[in-house]
Structures are given as structure tokens and as C-alpha cells.
């Protein structure tokens, strides 16, 4: 067994945290730095037909006051990174000039000497709107009034028919088509610490350096030299402590270009820290889809087929992987299960509303809904127990990979194994013994079970808008410390501690003696970023073959050290050391008539030697470091089974969890308490999407839940204990067989407790629940047959 | 009764020029060192601890007292520092994260969280470890159910608290003298 991988090992990151020691973008001070605050429309769609910002330039300590007018043709607008046929991309430029499309919009940006100052001249500008019709609902919008963009004549940003097979001869040929209208609510990520930009330009070096909140601080930096128009190589983007980001930040912001413009304007320091109001306002959103699923299925429980017409809530701007999102969804549409033939139909709307985007699931929470609650459907419509019907349409251990009719090869899977061992977790046989005799007396008890699959790694570089690879360098240093750089951008995933652990094992050093840095695009090679549950199956394997081709320079040289033939050196805990055969037969090589070479020499030994390189072979390249950017050739696919069983207060409506069972399997487990820990969080935020959060528009387009004190995310007395387990199938696409684990449980979890909740009301008729399920609802079924 | 009566006879409406030029003296002990400041009145006692006594352990995380990130131990009592103005504070003992270890040595707390994961991004758990501190102080022996119903008033986005409810029942242990594994 490895000294660290594998281990449950405590993160190297905490002891700074855990302090309050670490340096997130508001911790950071320069001096001299001004302060920006935002205008923000306060109507969902307006004409603006004047700005006076006289007062407020003069208002003390404001420094200066910029309008849409003054920056126009001087940034670039917000990339969208989608490539879809036909879609319109409308220009989103970075402060609205005259015509504001939802609220929370940037219309001004005024700058102070402190942040006082800056918000209360906010107050001192005078905007004359003329209000527009507002389209908040997205089958409304689809209908195509009113209209988003005149220009465009409805508000259609793509349509996409994706899938395979003969979906009509399918549906035509089952025995029973089930039909469900399925609404995905809108939510908001909320990390914990807001977006927050500190920008720096220094004049002379014509150098711009950018400390943001991101996840993705080079494709950040690309597209912000793209939008200011300084050279790449000029723009140094720091991601530093990063407090959460769900998707939320894997995305370029109008403020990002901004306030880094700003700072080359003035020569100062710039600094803005996004309120909580403004970040439920104007960071993009969740999820937002209304579907329409139509199954087909035998009499034995047989899927023969899916079709999936949705509407997809883009809002009124096309953030950078907005519309990538629903496509997501397509892909992964069969679920874990052999459907011959998958439709979906993508009707791409947009609204007077926050961009959605990628958040934490992205795109296959949305998928795990559909085809969960359709195996659900099927269940009840036949009689049958949700397992027997996941059962029945689970593609066997030997048939990976698995071609589904969504044009994806699933890499390897065992979801009877996943299934079987959390029903024996849940005791799921008494579970049902339970039920019966709860609902007996009169109780109102349900039990769900989701089985599902995601894709993950994401992505190989064809499937993605750019680049779906990671990079590493690992060096070690003259004294033997062991340097990662690594292009996966991490932001509470632990893999400061992950890869060290890597490394650690491979180089048979001290875990303490590993550092990794990340999020500083001027030390780090070129990266991709964290998202997608990428960063240890992509970029952990950077790391893992960068240090094998490490390993095998210092290998190269270690035989040198040791006169012997690269092929007869051994490399253990460390040390490098001449096999005993060559040992045996003296070793000192052609040394001549210095002294005996010795029999071994540890790693730390051979990184100085290529550094002082005294004694190093012939066209041996001195220094000790290796890179490697790893293309993946497939997505991983993840998977388990989650069990929820609940009770309902009849007279309340209250919704109780009262056992929550989770069985995952990620592949290969470098550290098995940080793969808790993600579950963990992926659940909570499944246990607040079922039960708890709604962004709600009123049709006025006014963000109701505008506040933490109005949009309902988890808290700790609102959470079970959850019951944990795993099983290990290794991925046979990367050489450690890791999967990734960052978004399994928002994508598994839902329909479990969904399930559980529908089940305990099916004596009430109820087939389907759309999320949140809040109590007044349960009530009101309830009530309705008292 | 009509609010603009209610407000004019209330309230003396100052424009900000005039509300910078009214500074007032506050003298706060903060981790057992003494300050003394001339601020706004209305500067946020957060602000006070991070931007004037560069102390930026304590976060802010949604300025409606909802979130619990910039919690800190005032007088002996946990306080959401965000909305709490520094002129309140006048004269008060005031702990944020900073002052937690002592002498090198990290507070049970803090090794709790370290041991059980408590933490992910981080952004969180200042605040956390001063609200568990608190409910430690009060009651060295909570329940799971004492712990969750303790940490209402602190959100977490990343753990879904499970590793939290752990780390605080981790540190009970050691501010009790037992083995912190629970063995």
C-alpha cells in the first residue's frame, strides 16, 4: 500500500485557513488602491434615455465616474465561447449604453478613494429609463413576445436536435409511452465568497496584472487580453485563495474587463468586491429548464425509448458556456441505462433574466432528473419497484464500453455492484417492510433510489469549446523540494494535498516537502482550469506522467552518479540505487582512478547534481523538471446509487430525511476524506435544490430572492447525517483510473430525494414533484384528501 | 401616523461629506491588543477589523447577518461583525480568528477542522470555528443535534457540514482531555 496515495491524508492547505491566515482577492492590499462600485439597472428591461453622473464625479473622494458611453470601443464585450450553429450571440458589452436587459445589469462605475465613498455617490447618479415589456417565463419567451432584442425578432438563441436511433418507431412500438412536463428551477451557486477583483497596471512595464476570484485564471487571461487589447504575455492573472465557485466562477465578467481597464486609465490599483446582492443579481445562474418527457417502455420494465423536448432559460445574455449547457444535458440523457434510441429537442430561450450557466452538475442534473424520474414513472405506471426497473435496462460489467444513443462511450462501470451494496447499506427490503406498516398507520413514509451516471474529466479537446487538457510541471529544486505547477486551478478540492500526495509516493519524498502552486498564470505553465470534475482525472494525471517522465531524467543521471547503465538502476523510497548484479560486479564504471562510485543515491542527491551539473552525462539538459500536458481520450464516467427515505408531517407538510444512503464510485481514491468531503457538499446542494432554492422572478422580471435571507441555501439543522460508502472501478482512461468526484452528488441526488417524496405521496395520486418541494405544497395534496 | 413625520422628527439626514467629517474615537481590544481609531460612525465594525486593523481572517459573506462569515467572540459573546458598527464596539474585547492560536498552538477548534476536513474553500470557516468555540464554551458536550441547531446562524457551501458537525465534535473531545479520534 502506497505511504500517501490512497490515504486518508489532512490537507496540506488548512493550517493558513484554519488561521485566517490565507489571502482571498479582498485580503489583498496594495496601497493607493481605489475602489469601484456598480450602478445596476433596476428594471429588467429599459430603454436608458439619459445618464447624469455630474453630481456624483463630484462627490468627495470620487475619482471618476464611467458610463457605457465612455468605455464603448474601448473593451471588448463578454465572451461566449459557444460554436452552435445559428446562434445568436447579442453584444454584451460591458456596461449597458442604452438599453438594460435584466436587473442587476451594469449600467455605471463610479471610483473612490474608499468604498464608502464609491457606493454612496451610487445613490448621486440620475438614469431616465423608459420601461420596456418584461418576458420572465421561458415558454413565453419561446412563444416570441415580447421580444428580448428587437433585432432579432423572437428570442430563439438556438434550436438543436441531438440523439439516436429511431425515436419515433420507438416510442410507436412500446408497449406504454409515459408523458411528464419536468421543471429544473433556476438557482443561484452562492459561493460563499463573492467575485472580487483587484487590477494593477504598471505604466512602464506596460504590465497589467489581474488578481480575480476564478476558476479558470488563463482562459481568464486570454480573453481579458482579447478585451482590453493588451498582449497576453502582458496580463498576469492570479487566482489566489478562492472561496468557492460551483461553475459560478468558470466564466469572464463584464467587471473583470472593466475594473482591469479602469486601473490602466487611472494608474492605480483598482479594486472591486462584489456584494451578496449583487452576486445573486448579476453572477450567473443554475440550471432553468422546462421539459417535456415522452418514455417508452414494455410491459417488463424495457426502456425502448426517450424523447426530451426542453426550453432552456439562457436569460438575456450569453455568458461564456451558456449555451453549452443544455447540450450537456443531451449527452447524458440514457442515464445508466441501454436506451436504443434518445431524442432531445433544444429550444434555447432567452429571457429578462441573469445568464444561466455552469453550475456545479452543469447540464447533467438537469439529464439525471429526466431519466430517473422517467425509470420512476415507468415503476409506478407498471407496478413495479423503482430497482427492479433500473435493473432491468443496467448494461452489464462486461458490455464497457458502453455506446449509448447519445453518442457517448461509456468508460467502464459496474452499477449492479454500486446498486447492491447501498441497498444493503439501506436495509432497502426492510425499508419497505417499514413503509408498509407506517403507511398502515397512517404515516406518510417514501423511499427513493436514484441510480446514476455522469461525465466527467472534461473533457477531450474535440468536445470542448477549447482545449479539454491539463498541464503540469514538477521540478525539484537544488535542496531536494519538490516544486508542482499545475494548470487545474483549485478552489476547496484539496488538491494542493491530492497531488502532493502524487508525488510524494512517486518521488519517495516527504509530503511536506511538496509544494503545488496553482492560479498564477506568470509561474504556472498554460492550463485549462478546475470545472467539470476535471482536476484530478485531468489534471492529476498531468501530474502523474510529468512525474514519471521526472523520474525517468533522474534516473538518467543517478546512473551517471552511479556508473552504471540506466537500466540497471532501482529506484525505491527515494533512492536510486545499482541492481545487485551489476553491484555484485564492482560498478565503478569508467571513473577511472577516482574513488569507488557509490552504491546509491537519493533523489534529493541527483537534483543537485543537475543543477550544479559537474557531473552530469554528455547532452544531459541540466536542471531537474519534467512537463506534461495531458490529453484525455475519452470522458470518465462516474456512477453510484443513492437511497432516500422520508417522512412527511401530515399536518405541516414538513418533509423529514430520514435516512440518507449514498454509494459512489469515482474510480481510483487518492485521498478518501476529501472524496467524502465533495459528496458531501454535492448532496447538500441536491438536498437544497429539492427541498430549498428557487431563484424567483416576479413577472416583472424583479429578483425575489435577492437576498441570503430570501433564497434558502441548506444550513446544518437542515441536513441529515449522510451514510457513505464506495466501490472502485478504475478508469481505463487515465493510468491512475481516477473518474473525478466534484459533481457526483448535485448530479445523483435529487432524484433520490424527489423519488422519496413522491413515493410517500403516491397514495395521494402524486406521480411527479417539480423541485423546490416545499411544504406548502406537500400540505395542500395533503389537505386536498383530508 | 405618516413615515415622512415619523422620519423627519427620527432621523437627521447627512450627506456623506458631512458624515466623514464627523469621525469619533473608538478604543477596541483586539486578540488582547489595544487600539484606538478615529472612524465613521457608520464604518462596520467588520471593516473596522479588516480594513483599519488589517486583521482579514474575518470574511464577509453576505452583509445581512445570514452567513456568519465574519463572526467574532466580542465580550465573550459571538457577533456578526458585519452589521454591527465599529462605534458599538467602544470599549469592547474583541477575538476574531487572528487571536484563536495561542502561543503556536492551534486551538482545539481549529485542530478539529483540520483533523475532520471541516474545511474546503475556507471562506467559511473563520466564522464556523468562532461560532464552535462558542458553543463549546457553553456546552463542552453537545449533541449532533446541539452542534447543527449551533451553527445556524454560520452557512457553509462546500461541506455540506457533515465534516463540520464532526470537527466540533473532534474538538469537544479535546477540550475535554479525551482522545480527539475518539478511540
Redesign the interface.
Known amino acids: 500500500m502506497a505511504k500517501y496515495v490512497g490515504q486518508r491524508i ?2 496540506t ?3 493558513r ?8 482577492v ?2 489583498i ?1 496594495l496601497p493607493d488602491t481605489l475602489h469601484v462600485a456598480f450602478l445596476r439597472s433596476m428594471y429588467a428591461h429599459a430603454r436608458i434615455k439619459s445618464i447624469d453622473t455630474s453630481e456624483a464625479s463630484h ?3 470620487v475619482v471618476a465616474v464611467y458610463t457605457g458611453a465612455d468605455v464603448a470601443g474601448k473593451i471588448g464585450s463578454v465572451p461566449c465561447a459557444g460554436a452552435l450553429p445559428g446562434l445568436k450571440i447579442p453584444n454584451y458589452t460591458v456596461l449597458a449604453t442604452d438599453h438594460v436587459t435584466f436587473v442587476g445589469h451594469p449600467i455605471a462605475a463610479v471610483v473612490a478613494t474608499d468604498k ?2 464609491a457606493r ?2 451610487i445613490d448621486l447618479i440620475m438614469v431616465d429609463y423608459e420601461e420596456l415589456p418584461v418576458v420572465v417565463d421561458v415558454e413565453e419567451a419561446a412563444k416570441g413576445a415580447p421580444l428580448v432584442y428587437e433585432e432579432y425578432g423572437d428570442n430563439i438563441a438556438y434550436t438543436l436536435t441531438s440523439g439516436e436511433g429511431d425515436i419515433e418507431a420507438a416510442l410507436a412500438g412500446a408497449d406504454h409511452v409515459l408523458k411528464q412536463r419536468i421543471v429544473h428551477q433556476r438557482l443561484i451557486p ?5 467575485r472580487g477583483v483587484l487590477a494593477r497596471y504598471y505604466p512602464g512595464e506596460k504590465e497589467l496584472t489581474i488578481w480575480t476570484s476564478t476558476q479558470i485564471p488563463h482562459l481568464a487571461r486570454t480573453q481579458l487580453a482579447i478585451m482590453l487589447g493588451v498582449p497576453e504575455n502582458k496580463v498576469r492573472v492570479i487566482a489566489p ?4 465557485g ?1 461553475g459560478s466562477k468558470l466564466n469572464v465578467y463584464a467587471e473583470e474587463g472593466l475594473v482591469s481597464w479602469i486601473s490602466m486609465q487611472l494608474g492605480k490599483p483598482v479594486k472591486w468586491i462584489e ?3 449583487e452576486n445573486i443579481q448579476a453572477t450567473i445562474h443554475g440550471r432553468g429548464q422546462v421539459g417535456y418527457i415522452e418514455v417508452g417502455c414494455n410491459n417488463d420494465g424495457t426502456i425502448t425509448g426517450l424523447r426530451y423536448n426542453v426550453f432552456a432559460d439562457m436569460g438575456a445574455y450569453l455568458q461564456l458556456l451558456t449555451p453549452a449547457i443544455p447540450t450537456l444535458t443531451g449527452l447524458m440523457l440514457s442515464g445508466c441505462y441501454k436506451i436504443p434510441a434518445i431524442q432531445m429537442n433544444v429550444t434555447a430561450v432567452f429571457t429578462n433574466k441573469m445568464s444561466t450557466d455552469a453550475y456545479r452538475g452543469a447540464g447533467r442534473p438537469e439529464a439525471t432528473q429526466v431519466i430517473e424520474r422517467a425509470a420512476d414513472l415507468i415503476a409506478a405506471h407498471l407496478g413495479m419497484d423503482p430497482v427492479d426497473v433500473r435493473r432491468k435496462n443496467f448494461p452489464e460489467p462486461d458490455e464497457f464500453p458502453f455506446k449509448t444513443a447519445t453518442g457517448l462511450f461509456y468508460d467502464s462501470g459496474n452499477y449492479q455492484g454500486a446498486l447492491d451494496k447501498a441497498l444493503g447499506m439501506a436495509d432497502y427490503k426492510k425499508m419497505r417492510e417499514d413503509q408498509k406498516k407506517a403507511r398502515e398507520q397512517g404515516r406518510v413514509v417514501g423511499v427513493g433510489v436514484s441510480t446514476y451516471v455522469e461525465i466527467c474529466a472534461i473533457g477531450p479537446s474535440q468536445a470542448t469549446p477549447a482545449g479539454g487538457w491539463e498541464s503540469a510541471t514538477v521540478r525539484i529544486e537544488p535542496t531536494g523540494k519538490v516544486t508542482i505547477l499545475t494548470g487545474a486551478s483549485p ?4 488538491q494542493e494535498t491530492s497531488f502532493a500526495q502524487l508525488a510524494a509516493d512517486e518521488l519517495g519524498v516527504d509530503l511536506n516537502d511538496v509544494t503545488v502552486i496553482h492560479g498564477d498564470t506568470s509561474i504556472v505553465q498554460y492550463g485549462i482550469g478546475t470545472f467539470g470534475s476535471r482536476g484530478t482525472a485531468v489534471g492529476g494525471t498531468a501530474v502523474f506522467n510529468a512525474l514519471q517522465k521526472l523520474k525517468e531524467k533522474a534516473t538518467e543521471l543517478a546512473a551517471h552518479l552511479l556508473g552504471a547503465d540506466a537500466s540497471s538502476v532501482a529506484f525505491k523510497e527515494g533512492r536510486f540505487s545499482v541492481e545487485a548484479a551489476m553491484a555484485a560486479a564492482g560498478g565503478n564504471g569508467d571513473a577511472g582512478t577516482e574513488a569507488p562510485a557509490p552504491k546509491s543515491v537519493s533523489i534529493q542527491e541527483v537534483a543537485l547534481a543537475a543543477h550544479v551539473a559537474h557531473q552530469i552525462p554528455p547532452g544531459f539538459e541540466p536542471g531537474l523538471s519534467a512537463t506534461n500536458f495531458f490529453e484525455p481520450a475519452n470522458f470518465t464516467f462516474p456512477f453510484g446509487t443513492h437511497i432516500v427515505q422520508v417522512e412527511i408531517d401530515r399536518e405541516t407538510g414538513q418533509i423529514d430525511i430520514q435516512r440518507y444512503v449514498a454509494v459512489d464510485d469515482c474510480g481510483k481514491v487518492l485521498n478518501p ?2 472524496v ?2 465533495q459528496v ?6 441536491s438536498i437544497g435544490q429539492a427541498l430549498y432554492e428557487e431563484a424567483v422572478y416576479d413577472d416583472q422580471g424583479q429578483l425575489v430572492t435577492g ?3 430570501d433564497y434558502a ?5 437542515m ?1 441529515p ?2 451514510e457513505l460508502d464506495r466501490t472502485e472501478t478504475p478508469s481505463p482512461v487515465n493510468p491512475m483510473g481516477v473518474k473525478g468526484v466534484g459533481e457526483a ?1 448535485t448530479i445523483g441526488a435529487t432524484p433520490a430525494i424527489v423519488g422519496a417524496i413522491v413515493d410517500a405521496l403516491s397514495p395521494f395520486g402524486v406521480r411527479h414533484l417539480d423541485m423546490p418541494i416545499k411544504p406548502e405544497n406537500v400540505w395542500r395534496i395533503i389537505s386536498a384528501q383530508a | 401616523m405618516s413615515g415622512s413625520v415619523w422620519l423627519d422628527q427620527s432621523f437627521t439626514v447627512f450627506k ?2 458631512e458624515v ?1 467629517s464627523m469621525k469619533r474615537t473608538v478604543s477596541v481590544t483586539v486578540n488582547g491588543v489595544a487600539h484606538q481609531n478615529e472612524v ?1 460612525p ?2 462596520l465594525l467588520v471593516h473596522y477589523i ?1 480594513d483599519v486593523l ?11 447577518s ?2 456568519g ?1 465574519c463572526t467574532v467572540i466580542l465580550d465573550g459573546q459571538s457577533v456578526k461583525s458585519c452589521t454591527m458598527f465599529a462605534v458599538q464596539a467602544d470599549g469592547a474585547n474583541v477575538t ?3 487571536g ?2 495561542a502561543n503556536g498552538d ?1 486551538h482545539p477548534v ?1 485542530e478539529g ?3 475532520q ?1 471541516g ?8 466564522g464556523m ?1 468562532m461560532a464552535a468555540a462558542q458553543i463549546l464554551e457553553r456546552n463542552p458536550d453537545p449533541t ?2 446541539d ?3 449551533g ?2 446562524g ?12 464532526e470537527a466540533v465534535q473532534n474538538a469537544a473531545r479535546r477540550m475535554k482531555g479525551e482522545s480527539a479520534t475518539g478511540d
Open positions: 489532512k490537507r492547505e488548512d493550517p485557513l484554519i488561521q485566517g491566515l490565507g489571502h482571498y479582498d485580503d492590499k462627490a468627495p473622494r464608502y465613498a454612496d455617490a452562492i459561493a460563499m465568497e463573492g485563495e478562492v472561496g468557492g460551483f456584494g451578496r446582492r478552489h476547496g478540492q484539496g476524506m476529501l467524502d468531503g458531501h457538499g454535492g448532496i447538500v446542494q437576498t441570503l435571507m441555501i441548506p444550513k446544518a439543522a441536513i447525517w449522510l452528488g | 456623506s461629506s466623514t465613521e457608520r464604518l479588516r488589517g486583521l482579514t481572517g474575518t470574511h464577509i459573506g453576505c452583509e445581512t445570514i452567513c462569515a476574531t480568528i487572528e484563536m492560536a492551534l481549529q477542522f483540520w483533523e476536513h474545511l474546503q474553500c475556507g471562506y467559511c470557516t473563520p470555528i449532533e443535534a452542534i447543527r441547531h451553527l445556524e454560520n452557512l457553509c457551501r462546500c461541506t455540506g457540514y457533515q465534516h463540520i458537525v
